[in-house]
């Protein structure tokens, strides 16, 4: 594929952004997409130096200077995605909820991955929330980002047994292989345009 018809990606993180590294080390070779912003909002994200190690730009735009304004905030997002060009979001522990402002600007171009099998558990201490229920199974699902909070369209999930024993942290560290599974997968397939939802394992 010509390098100048490959679709852009940017990736938004919070912490640590170990979605954001599975994502751009799979961005080689004949994928059709190439990263080119990690956009965090926190100054300290671990994800950031990553990001910098893969060659990668980087911004930091921290929602601490903006005091609850949310849309100044998004604004500014925008404004360093704008430098950046990107043809698809993704936000991978991006932990910012976002208006229906920003969501619709990017309406069909934005993912996002979250740990549960959506439509379970959107929103915070899914692994918790699982075990509280008895669950079987948890998992991740990747989708897209609407004015919803976690209830755009599915495009990928994985499943993963709870084990005698389990707690949110072991359930977490399971769920997040698989999260380093799945999103690049459906990040593949979107960008080739297909939305057929992707099903691990
Ligand atoms: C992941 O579990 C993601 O699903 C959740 O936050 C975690 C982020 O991990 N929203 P990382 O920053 O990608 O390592």
Redesign the pocket.
Known sequence: MRADARKRVAIL?????????TLAKSMTGDHPARPCLVLSNRPD???LDKAKALGIPTAVVDHQDFKGDREAFENALNTALDEARPDILCL????RILTPVFTGHWAGRCL????SLLPKYKGLHTHQRALDAGDAEAG?SVHEVTAELDGGPILGQARVPIQPGDTADTL?AR??VQ?HLLYPAVLRRFTAGDRTPVTLP
């Open positions: 993180i919070s912490g640590s952004g170990s979605n954001m590294v994200a671990g994800g991978a522990g991006f932990m996002n991955i979250h740990p991740c977490a769920v997040l999260e």
